[in-house]
């Protein structure tokens, strides 16, 4: 069974940097694509940054050039660097990855850690 585990998740000052971590109980070469979503309260969850297995990242344009997304095989591990933070970074953060074989689609999800950036 996939379980993917976010850490790094707490309290910082406006201006200060994040490093969220994704631990998945998988190789990651098994997944399509890993990405991180967000969810603050009242609002919906929104993308913030994904990879693919290929390399290749996308990310929110709320959070270009001040995250970024990255991937260590040999840890399991994708990552979400944090830099500049802003109060409206402020949310509870997901860890995502999604693996397709064939014509089905597979989606799973962390529990979640929670980012609060102070003013």
């Known amino acids: 069974q996939v379980q993917l585990v976010e850490s790094g998740g707490g309290l910082v000052q406006a201006g200060g940097s994040l490093r969220l971590s994704c631990a998945a109980s998988v190789s990651i070469f098994r997944f399509n694509a890993m990405g991180w979503y967000r969810q603050a309260p009242g609002k919906q969850r929104e993308l913030v940054a994904f990879i693919t297995s290929g390399g290749s990242t996308k990310y929110a344009d709320s959070v270009k050039g001040r995250f970024t997304i990255s991937g260590d095989n040999a840890k399991n591990t994708v990552y979400l660097q944090m830099n500049s933070l802003k109060p409206e970074d402020t949310a509870v953060y997901y860890c995502?990855?999604?693996?397709?074989?064939?014509?089905?689609?597979?989606?799973?999800w962390g529990q979640g850690t929670q980012v609060t950036v102070s003013s």
């Open positions: 995502n990855a999604i693996a397709r074989l064939g014509p089905d689609s597979y989606d799973y």
